[in-house]
């Protein structure tokens, strides 16, 4: 069982930064492919970025590539997500999640382990 919490998240300005961090505890995170996912209101949870296990592989969406980079510290059992250049319709709930396959999947179904979610509110 692990269990995650996500911290960071906040109000920011249009063009600024925000970074998430999502802190694990029960079982090492070495054993998981860790992703970030967000949810707006109305709208479906969606993918927005994953990392292999050792970091050696990161996937993302097309409407964060270039601006958001996930990233991990196994020791600290934590992975993060930093996000720059931000945009209004990145605003949403932020989910941290993690999943036993070895490659990444932007399929919430592959996710067994979630966060609660940070707020993620970025003004125009």
């Known amino acids: 069982q692990v269990q995650l919490v996500e911290s960071g998240g906040g109000l920011a300005q249009a063009g600024g930064s925000l970074r998430l961090s999502c802190a694990a505890s029960g079982r090492s995170i070495i054993w998981y492919t860790m992703a970030w996912f967000r949810q707006a209101p109305g709208k479906e949870r969606e993918f927005v970025a994953a990392?292999?296990?050792?970091?050696?592989?990161?996937n993302y969406a097309d409407s964060v590539k270039g601006r958001f980079t996930i990233s991990r510290d196994n020791a600290k059992n934590t992975v993060y997500l930093q996000m720059n250049s931000l945009k209004p319709e990145d605003t949403a709930v932020y989910y941290c999640?993690?999943?036993?396959?070895?490659?990444?999947?932007?399929?919430?179904?592959?996710?067994?382990?979630w966060g609660q979610g940070t707020q993620v509110t970025v003004s125009s």
């Open positions: 990392i292999t296990r050792s970091a050696g592989s990161a």
């Open positions: 999640a993690a999943s036993a396959d070895l490659s990444t999947s932007n399929l919430k179904e592959r996710y067994i382990y």
